[in-house]
């Protein structure tokens, strides 16, 4: 498994980690216990390396480049010398397969699956086209180079794997993907990590971070970029306090993302200009066990961002029993139920987001149902039956033979 920009073991929420971290980890371990033996192969930011991650799945960070942490828009200058230290190692290691995970690894390893004659698997996690399609005003869009590369892989791979019908639609439509090598398989949730709490661990919770013991919280989790939203949970915050006269605890949980240190300034300026600066916390980005603790202890997560490909946080959240309000694009109306685990919404009006933010805080009985049912609909997607779908679609691939000399 090939994860050039970013290693799998970089805490999600920072830098340009997020939920492909998260799945390629979640995959690999489950694989192992399938007996699968699996590299992840990344870029070193410091000395080479490898390291035994659980047994079964080793950690492999080649050089490339040289020492030190890239801006992602320069990673393409060293996506040859990276292909290149990825095709020694499988000539000694004598995969089976390769599997890419985002554009930049498909454009690397694909010479070296031509040059060996593997079979390749390619998942993107995210797409420039669908991204491009549903970006906000002003915001600036995806490289053409990026564009015509996933383009360009999207036909030669053996096999893509989207994480949602939006994205297998938007592979097969807008990039040019052959319908009859496109699979769907959701990402899992880690189901005992992501679970409702008791009250005491609550306010634990609540201790830990500061937060007062007496206000609702509504949670925002993932990198602090213009692409999820936060300027929309910010106004609506605002608009809640005018509505309502009260206002939950706004909790920003992630760091922000290279390259976006004027958004995140630009968010608290935001928040003080329109009087609830107060009411908004950046906690920074949190272990996987601190994040499950802060989505058990919210009231609503809230997902508005303008693209997501499955919108993994909404999945952990209603594991955790809390129930979710994301923005109605890509496939965010997959990951959340609506009327069921969550609530849907058309528009990016603050106001209507205020409201229907206050209406659930204000309904107890609703929220729960909502938080009952989402547990009851996460348990059906773990990283288990991901795996699982995935070794299907290895199997699906003719020239794949495991077990091969």
Known sequence: ???MHTSPTEQPGTGDAGGLNVSVL????????????????????????????????????LAAGGPGVLPKERLPEVVDEFGESVARLAREA???LIHAHYWLSGIAVLPVAIELDLPLVQSFHTLAAMKNSLAGQGQPEEPQQRVRSEMFIARQADALVASSSAEATALIDQVGAPADRTWIIPPGVDLGLFSPRTPEAQAATRHALALESDRPIVV?????????GHELAVRALAELHALRGWAPLLVVAGEVTPGDTGFAESLRSLAGELGVASDVRFVGALHRDALADLLAAASVTIVPSFSETFGLVALESAAAGTPVIAYRAGGLAESVVDGVTGLLLGTREPRYWATEIALLIENDERRSTMGLSGRS??????????ATSLLGVYAGIKRYEPGRP
């Open 1 to 3: 498994m090939i994860s």
């Open 26 to 61: 979640g995959l690999a371990a489950e694989l192992a216990i399938r007996d699968v033996e699996v590299d992840l192969v990344t870029r070193a930011t410091g000395a080479p390396a490898v390291t035994r991650l659980i047994p079964g799945v080793t950690l492999h960070e």
């Open 94 to 96: 004598r995969y089976d």
């Open 220 to 228: 925002i989790a993932g990198r602090v970029q213009p692409l999820k």
């Open 377 to 386: 609909r996460a348990e059906r997607y773990t990283w288990g039956a991901a």
